[in-house]
């Protein structure tokens, strides 16, 4: 059975909330901040912290470069700034184009939007997730 994305509708609770998502990053870097001023070994923080935060835990690879980043003497929590193309899909003006489109025509795909509006699948849907749409399957 396959399924077709052809309708979008309104509901707010159903977007994913990117602050949890932080805030449990930021939860799980501090462990790791302890752990490394225990001299508590990579693979063991890994095994820590997948049985405190099972599936919301961190892979094994991005425990090793946070304890790479404590050993080096950085203490801080924070992402690092990162070089690279800055977005620019995601601007007011588009949002309220997006908004436009949908209200249209509540049955568009998100290739249509971007299609109409020059821009990345994955940029419309990043906006139709933070302005509070979801996509919805029909037969």
Known sequence: MSCEVNSLHHVTSTTPNKLADNDMSFRQRAVIGFLVKEEIPAAEIHQRLQRAYGSVCMGASSVRRWVKHFKDGNMSIQDEPR?????????????????????????????????????????????????????????
């Open 83 to 139: 070089s690279g193309r800055p977005r620019t899909a995601s601007t007011e003006r588009n949002k309220k184009s997006v908004v436009e489109i949908i209200q249209d025509d509540m049955r568009v795909t998100v290739d249509t939007i971007a299609r109409i509006l020059g821009i990345g699948h994955n940029a419309v849907q990043e906006m139709i997730e933070s302005l509070g749409y979801r996509k919805v399957c029909a037969r």
